[in-house]
Structures are given as structure tokens and as C-alpha cells.
């Protein structure tokens, strides 16, 4: 779908948030980007919207570059308007666009929501927001869905049921995802490719690939994938 060549972002008064950036992200993946705070990841993800130009290097749609609508953002904060409904906000980029705002309520059902869909967000716990804020980048259906450190806020019971209900989400819309994390049990769990980041200057240290996604935390494939992420990481700040 998209190939990074060669990515470089120096921000003014020199310091280099990303060098020498390759990745390539194929349709179908779910690519997490896994490294410190302050390695250059949300500055990545940057990048990949067209939020943001790099000083060197390209990006390079494999097809054309998608339409408005056709990548998604969630952040770690849900950004939800406080005065609208549920079914308001899910369904704002629609109505901005013109479009029917149909799919925003069945979204707003397939992410668990039914039956909320007149509450506003402060009525609604931490975990609902984020659903709503799910439901909001899914319903245009994107082709590729970035995520900035979605559930970094939640609590861990939380995050485990969102975790799981996103992974079933990306398979089921067939979205390619970008998700980024410092968490090596979030990373495990969800992709089924790791970009291993390593901070100043910004670069990838390793990539991992999993052939098929965790769907049971029981699974010692899950714990064999952590110790593997654990021994990247080891092995990148040991060099
Ligand atoms: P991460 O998301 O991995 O925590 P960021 O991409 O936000 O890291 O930032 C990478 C580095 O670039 C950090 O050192 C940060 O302080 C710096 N940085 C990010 N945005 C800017 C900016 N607009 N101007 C200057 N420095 C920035
Ligand atoms: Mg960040």
C-alpha cells in the first residue's frame, strides 16, 4: 500500500526526530510501531496522513494516495465535541462530507454502543469515548486506520476488551491499521507486523513479523511473541 524511502525529519534547531526511515506497509497489515517516548512515532504517523512533510525521502502510495475519509485517526485523546450525542460525533466527517450518516450508527453498534447513541461524552466512561471516537474514524470505512497511542489512558481491563475489539474490527473491515505503542504486551497482542524504534535520531531497529494475529491472551504463542519483543529490545539498548 505505502512505502517509506529513506524518511528524514529535522525539526527547526536541528534535532532529528526521524532518520533514514524504510518501512513498507502491504494492505491487510496491522502494523504497530513500538518504541520510547520521544522516538519520532506520532511524528511517523504524521507523515503517513500527509499531516506533515519530511526533509528527505518520500512516501510512496503503491496505488493513488487515498481520498478524504480514506485514512482515519484516533488519538489517545478521544477529541469528542461535548455538547453533541454519541451518534453526532461518530458521525461528523460523514456529515462534513455530505455523505449519509448511516454507517455511523451501525458503527456506533458494532463497537458496543447500542443503546448510547443520545448520551454525550460526559455521560460516557473513558472506554465508551474512545469507542465513540473508534466508530467516528471507522464509519467512512478508511483504507488505512493510524492510531497514536489509542489506550495508553484507559485501565488495563479496559484496554484489554478495546484491544481485542479493535483487532477483531481491523480484520472484519479488512483496514489496514498503524498503530503506535510503548507497550511490548499491547504490540504483541495486536499486530501482525512490529517496527521496533529506537529514540535520537529516530530509526527502525528491527522488524517482526507474526503470521496471524493473538485472539486468546492464553495462547503461549502471545507470551512467546513478548519474549521475542522483550529480546529485541534487550539486545537494542545491550548495542
Ligand atoms: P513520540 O510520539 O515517539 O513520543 P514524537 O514524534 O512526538 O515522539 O517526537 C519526536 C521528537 O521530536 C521529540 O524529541 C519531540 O520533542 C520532537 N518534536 C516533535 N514535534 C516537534 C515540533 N513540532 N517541533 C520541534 N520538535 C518536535
Ligand atoms: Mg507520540
Redesign the pocket.
Known amino acids: 500500500m505505502l512505502r517509506a524511502k529513506n524518511i528524514s525529519r529535522v ?3 536541528g ?1 532529528v ?1 526521524l532518520q533514514g526511515i524504510d518501512l513498507r506497509i502491504a494492505e491487510g497489515d496491522f502494523l504497530v510501531l513500538l ?10 504517523l504524521r507523515l503517513i496522513a500527509g499531516l506533515d512533510k519530511p526533509q528527505s525521502g518520500a512516501l510512496i502510495w503503491e496505488q493513488k494516495a487515498p481520498a478524504p475519509g480514506g485514512i482515519g485517526f484516533v488519538f489517545q485523546d478521544p477529541t469528542l465535541m461535548p455538547w453533541a450525542t454519541a451518534a453526532e460525533n461518530a458521525a461528523l466527517p460523514l456529515r462534513l462530507r455530505g455523505q449519509d450518516t448511516g454507517p455511523a450508527s451501525s458503527m456506533l453498534t458494532r463497537v458496543g454502543l447500542a443503546g448510547f447513541e443520545h448520551a454525550r461524552p460526559a455521560k460516557l466512561s473513558g472506554g465508551m469515548r474512545m469507542r465513540v471516537s473508534l466508530a467516528r474514524a471507522l464509519a467512512p470505512r478508511p483504507r488505512l486506520l493510524l492510531m ?1 497511542e489509542p489506550f495508553a489512558a484507559l485501565d488495563e481491563f479496559t484496554r484489554h476488551r478495546l484491544q481485542s475489539d479493535v483487532s477483531d474490527l481491523a480484520r472484519e473491515t479488512k483496514c489496514t491499521v498503524v498503530f ?1 505503542t510503548h507497550s511490548i504486551y499491547e504490540a504483541a497482542f495486536l499486530a501482525t507486523r512490529v517496527a521496533i ?1 529506537s529514540a ?1 535520531p ?1 530509526r527502525i531497529a528491527a522488524t517482526h513479523d507474526f503470521a496471524t494475529p493473538i485472539t486468546d491472551r492464553l495462547d503461549p504463542a502471545y507470551a512467546a511473541r513478548v519474549a521475542d519483543l522483550t529480546h529485541a529490545l534487550g539486545a537494542l539498548h545491550a548495542g
Open positions: 525539526f527547526p534547531g534535532l526526530a518504541g520510547p517516548s520521544g522516538c519520532g512515532k506520532s511524528t511517523l497514536d503506535v524504534m535520537r529516530g
